[in-house]
Every structure is written in C-alpha cells, then in structure tokens.
C-alpha cells in the first residue's frame, strides 16, 4: 500500500523558515520524481518545487531563491526547505510522488504565514 505522510507544517512569521517532509512507504521510492505542490484558499493547486530521481531539481518562479527542493533515498524522505517565508505562501502544502503511469498524493499540511 502506497503512502506519503507530510509534516512540518504550522504557523510562522513573515521572513521566518519551516522545513517539511514527506515519507514515503509502498514505493520504491529513489526512482520516483517528487513534487511538492500547494494550494490555497479559493485557488487551484499549483506546483512549487519538484526532484528527479538523478537529483535534478525545478522551482516555481514565485519561489526560486528561497524554496529548496531535496531527497534522501535512503530516508525515503523528500524535503522542502521554506526561507524568506511570504504571507502569500499560506496554503496546504502537498507532496506528490510520480511515474509516467502513477500518481500518489499525500494529505498535506499546513503552512500558514502571519504576524
């Protein structure tokens, strides 16, 4: 049975840093792109940052710079590390592990950025 379980989430200030993680269990994970996606309040979910299964990585332009997308296979944990963090970042964050045929959604998390 194939699981992604998200975490990390909570409640920070403008400027302030969160680290998620998404463990994956079911898979064999080191050879699935990873996608971290998130989706806010009356607006569709959109792709933040995504990591090949060689490393490579993308980010959402509205993030580059202060979002980095990381694995460790052997934790069977993908990260997203969230520096400089906007109160437009609020939404529940989503990973997403993937093949040319499958898909798996964890059930996301919160981020929520306020003073």
């Known amino acids: 049975q194939v699981q992604l379980v998200e975490s990390g989430g909570g409640l920070v200030q403008p400027g302030g840093s969160l680290r998620l993680s998404c463990t994956a269990s079911?898979?064999?994970?080191?050879?699935?792109?990873m996608g971290w996606y998130r989706q806010a309040p009356g607006k569709q979910r959109e792709l933040v940052a995504a990591?090949?299964?060689?490393?490579?990585?993308m980010y959402a332009d509205s993030v580059k710079g202060r979002f980095t997308i990381s694995r460790d296979n052997a934790k069977n944990t993908v990260y997203l590390q969230m520096n400089s963090l906007k109160p437009e970042d609020t939404a529940v964050y989503y990973c997403?592990?993937?093949?040319?045929?499958?898909?798996?959604w964890g059930q996301g998390t919160q981020v929520t950025v306020s003073s």
């Open positions: 079911g898979i064999i994970f080191s050879i699935y792109y």
């Open positions: 990591i090949t299964s060689g490393g490579s990585t």
């Open positions: 997403k592990a993937s093949l040319p045929n499958i898909a798996t």
